[in-house]
């Protein structure tokens, strides 16, 4: 007997079960449409909605009639997940598989499909209407049917797709927009938020007509009396809201036109007119070009009010930083590439390049030679990095044919250096004259960026001490002016304050004008530091290479006796460095212990003056060590203890050197505990401190050792300033003692808590 067959029916109602799964939101259905414009390789979408309608409509490839039947009337078609890429610009596609009709379900209940595609060599349409209330209402969903039709076209027409959605399921407002631009911010070319140059393209090569010109979603309320450009796209929103724009535009003719805005365009700063004749001594570059960089530095308040997320608009700058160049239209690469580093942005970030601008055009107007040193008043540390600046290069070169053609007439006006050229590989330029300019003006608009960005901070700053100093003032007046009315201090008290708060409001000023010395003077300290840092690095290389040398001529001694005494001080001074060598890596080892515990003082102290002990037996010192063996110092960095130590031997030593009589030299080191307190007394017989200095020793760069031959240098007044620095770090005090021990000049006392 032949068994009867069973066939699987799907009821209308799996289109509201599924589009209940798959699409949660409006927000998430508007994604999905927008995405299906991508995956169609449009370069434009734009999302328009009011209470009655929405309307997505897109420039992309459209769709056929065959693409209609059998993919987009198809439910659960794997079409996306086998291709993987879209058609004509091999996109990634980015849309989820058969979403798009659940999406346009869950917003309304109508829809009209308009789409225009080349459908058998002509430009057809298509117009087909669902009404999904009757869909649902079939019961079988093989029963349904969905009315279309089909009309050929003018060749102007443009292709792409349209969906309007009427009766609407939920309402759509403004939160929607900023959702939606955040979760496509990643599809978005950000070439597309830059000023679009004021040149045509110029011989652009043909094959390249087929590279992807990027993506941009519009998505906005629908206005009767506005168009669809009037809507701002994400990009464009997030690169308006730059703190500072560079723009730079060479025009056909040679004249350079240099601008410099800040907040958001609305103060302009610095403005040029020049020529790349009297710049760069050349009359063209082969290209008109528009330079157009802007700064988003990382401090608060930059990426707020965009209609987007402002952690996600950050990460896609992020994503997309650096200045890219775009020759007719099309990306050139590699510049703006992650690992690219045309402008030197990075490399000279990375250094700390601060010694002079790279630009010609800085460099001739505000040079900073003689700002190197000092990082208050030096703008290169303010210089741009590559995921601050965003920036675009627009050219218009001539296409190869066109360049080919008019060669004659090229060399006859613009020499072939002074014209920008594709380099063989095509991967960007030939470094010529014209490209070193190209480079040039572009990084001339970044380092203008870093000089007017440092010289706004440095005037909000001062803005703002001087302000405090006016608030300051005012509360010392008014203070006083209290006192003086007030009826319950005694006249002799009231007497007493009001001298008080007088000589405070003098002296203000005079405090103030110390502190910005005194943090000029830290600055240049931490650059010392950096420069310390280095030379240790090449202090390595150094002892390593005078290692070589030293076995080198040891050989040779053995012919030329003559050698023997130059090596004996070779081997001599390689002992003093391999023993100072030792001391820095062990002292940036304990640096870097973030652990501290106790540890026994005296095995501290000797190591510190193993040190020093070259030093201190050529030039006749004494040590004299009062520290017990297990006396122990208290749980802080080791290197911090051993720093302040060394620094404060170092200072006895060179008083003790400066000493001109035959008198015995020495250095007494005193460590004692009590419960609650480590002490630590440097003392020496040196030359002593005269007292009209000893409030001055702690500034810094402040010294008293005389210069002169001292192997322990000149004195550049660090020393004791970083000592009462790291002392108070701690939670200690370092004091110069009035009183020293007998029979010794000078004499530092350093407390450190116990606990």
């Known amino acids: 007997m032949k068994p009867d067959i069973a066939k699987f029916k799907v009821e209308s109602a799996l289109l509201e079960e599924l589009g209940e799964r798959l699409v949660s939101s409006p927000e998430v259905a508007l994604i999905e449409l927008v995405k299906n414009s991508y995956d169609a390789d449009a370069t434009v979408c734009r999302v328009k909605f009011s209470s009655q309608e929405i309307v997505v409509q897109d420039d992309g490839n459209g769709m056929r ?11 659960g078609t794997r079409n996306k997940a086998r291709n993987g890429l879209s058609q004509k610009y091999s996109r990634k596609v980015s849309g989820s598989k058969g979403i798009g009709r659940f999406a346009a379900r869950f917003l ?40 279309y039709t089909v009309k050929d076209v003018g060749p102007g027409t443009v292709t792409g797709t349209t969906l309007t959605i009427s009766r609407l399921r939920s309402a759509i407002d403004l939160d929607a927009s900023k959702t939606v631009y955040s979760k496509l911010l990643g599809l978005v070319n950000p070439i597309v938020g830059f000023e679009k140059p004021p040149f045509a393209p110029n011989g652009a090569d043909p094959k390249k007509l087929e590279a992807d010109p990027g993506f941009t979603p519009y998505v906005g309320e629908k206005d009767a009396e506005s168009d669809d450009d009037s809507i701002e796209s994400p990009a464009e929103k997030i690169l308006s809201a730059y703190v500072a724009r560079a723009r730079i535009e060479i025009l056909p003719s040679g004249v350079v036109t240099v601008d410099v805005t800040w907040d958001k365009g609305q103060k302009s700063v610095y403005s040029l007119e020049s020529s790349l004749q009297n710049l760069y001594g050349v009359k063209s570059i082969g290209t008109p070009a528009l330079i157009d960089i802007r700064y988003f530095p990382l401090r608060g308040g930059v990426m707020t009010s965009l209609g987007v997320n402002g952690k996600v ?11 890219r160049v775009v020759d007719n239209g099309f990306r050139i690469t590699p510049y703006g590439d992650p690992d690219d580093d045309w402008l030197k942005q990075s490399s000279d970030k990375a250094k700390s390049a601060r010694t002079e601008w790279r630009s010609i ?16 008043d030096n703008p290169m540390l303010y210089l741009p990095g590559n995921n601050q600046a965003f920036g675009l290069v627009s050219l218009a070169t001539a296409g190869a044919k066109k360049s080919q053609q008019s060669k004659s007439k090229v060399k006859s006006t613009v020499e072939p250096d002074q014209v920008l050229t594709p380099s063989m590989d095509r991967q960007g330029f030939v470094n010529n004259k014209a490209f070193q300019v190209l480079r040039d003006l572009s990084r001339f ?47 002799q008290e009231r007497e007493r304050l009001t001298a008080l708060l007088r000589n405070a409001s003098v002296n203000y000023a005079e405090v103030d004008t110390y502190r910005k010395k005194t943090q000029d003077s830290l600055e240049i300290m931490s650059l010392m530091g950096v420069l310390a840092g280095f030379m240790t690095h090449e202090f390595e290389k150094t002892l390593y290479r005078l290692s070589e040398a030293t076995k080198t001529i040891r050989k040779l001694s053995k012919k030329h006796p003559e050698l023997k005494d130059d090596l004996g001080g070779l081997e001599t001074s390689q002992g003093y460095l391999e023993t100072y060598l030792d001391y820095s890596r062990l002292f940036t080892e304990n640096l870097s212990n973030s652990k501290h515990a106790p540890f026994p003082a005296r095995a501290q102290i000797e190591l510190v003056l193993d040190t020093l002990a070259p030093i201190a037996k050529k030039n006749s010192i004494t040590f004299d060590i009062q520290a017990l063996d297990d006396t122990e110092a ?22 003790l050197i400066a000493r001109s009589d035959g008198e015995k030299r020495m250095v007494r080191i005193v460590v004692s505990n009590t419960p609650t307190k480590h002490k630590l007394i440097v003392a020496d017989n040196g030359i002593g401190i ?26 550049m007044g660090l020393g004791l300033a970083l000592v009462k620095r790291v002392t108070t770090n701690m939670k200690g005090k370092v004091d110069l003692m009035k009183n020293t021990p007998a029979g010794y000049s000078t004499a530092f006392s350093v407390e450190l808590p116990r606990s």
């Open 65 to 75: 009639v065959d693409d209609f039947l059998n993919l987009w009337m198809v439910i």
């Open 108 to 147: 309304g209940s109508k829809m009209v499909l308009k789409t225009i595609a080349i459908d058998s060599g002509k430009k057809r349409e298509l117009l087909a209407t669902f009404d999904w209330d009757l869909v649902e209402g079939y019961g079988d969903l093989q029963s349904v049917t969905v009315p």
């Open 313 to 323: 608009a950050r990460s896609w700058l992020t994503d997309n930083c650096g200045v």
């Open 361 to 376: 055009p800085m460099v001739e107007q505000f040079s900073i030679a003689d700002k190197a040193l000092s990082p208050r």
């Open 445 to 491: 608009g970044i380092e203008l960026i870093a000089y007017f960005d440092h010289k706004q901070v440095r005037e909000e700053q001062d803005r703002n001490e001087e302000e405090a100093l006016r608030t300051a003032e005012a509360d010392l007046k008014t203070a006083l002016k209290d006192i003086r009315q007030s009826k319950t201090i005694e006249p």
């Open 634 to 655: 208290p749980a802080v960095p080791v290197a911090a203890y051993s720093g302040v130590l060394l620094n404060l031997v170092t200072n006895a030593m060179k008083s």
């Open 690 to 715: 005269p007292e009209r200095l000893r409030d001055r020793i702690w500034e810094p760069l402040f010294s008293t050792t005389p210069r002169g031959d001292n192997p322990l240098g000149t004195g």
